[in-house]
C-alpha cells in the first residue's frame, strides 16, 4: 500500500504562489505521480503529472504558471503555482500509480493511491 499526504495549501490573493507538497510511503519506486484538483461542484480535473524519467504533463490552463518537480530520493511530489488566479480555487490532491498501469496520465483511473487533498483558495 502506498500512503499519500499533501501540504501545503491555504489562502492567497490572485496573483500570488503557492508551493504543495505531496509525500508518499509504502514503497520506494513510483513511476507517476500526479496533481488532481476538484472545484465545488466540479468534476475532478487533471492538473499536472510526472514521471520517474522527469517528463511532465500539464492541463494547458496551468502550463506557464505552475511546474511540477519531485525528489526522487524523497519520494516526493511538488506543485509550484505561480500567478494564481481565482478560477485555481480547489482542493488539490496527489495521486500515484501502480507498475504497469496502463492508459492516460491526465485520467484518474489511471491512478490508485489518492492523498486526502489540500484546500487552496484563490481570493480576487
Known amino acids: 500500500q502506498v500512503q499519500l499526504v499533501e501540504s501545503g495549501g491555504g489562502l492567497v490573493q490572485a496573483g500570488g504562489s503557492l508551493r504543495l507538497s505531496c509525500a508518499a510511503s509504502g514503497r520506494s519506486y513510483i513511476n507517476t505521480m500526479a496533481w488532481f484538483r476538484q472545484a465545488s461542484g466540479k468534476d475532478r480535473e487533471f492538473v499536472a503529472a510526472?514521471?520517474?524519467?522527469?517528463?511532465?504533463t500539464y492541463l494547458d490552463s496551468v502550463k506557464g504558471r505552475f511546474t511540477i518537480s519531485r525528489d526522487n530520493a524523497k519520494n516526493t511530489v511538488y506543485l509550484q503555482m505561480d500567478s494564481l488566479k481565482p478560477e485555481d480555487t480547489a482542493v488539490y490532491s496527489c495521486?500515484?500509480?501502480?507498475?504497469?498501469?496502463?492508459?492516460?496520465?491526465?485520467?484518474?483511473?489511471?491512478?490508485?493511491?489518492w492523498g486526502q487533498g489540500t484546500q487552496v483558495t484563490v481570493s480576487s
Open positions: 510526472i514521471r520517474w524519467s522527469g517528463s511532465s
Open positions: 495521486a500515484a500509480d501502480i507498475p504497469g498501469a496502463i492508459g492516460t496520465v491526465s485520467n484518474p483511473l489511471y491512478y490508485n493511491y
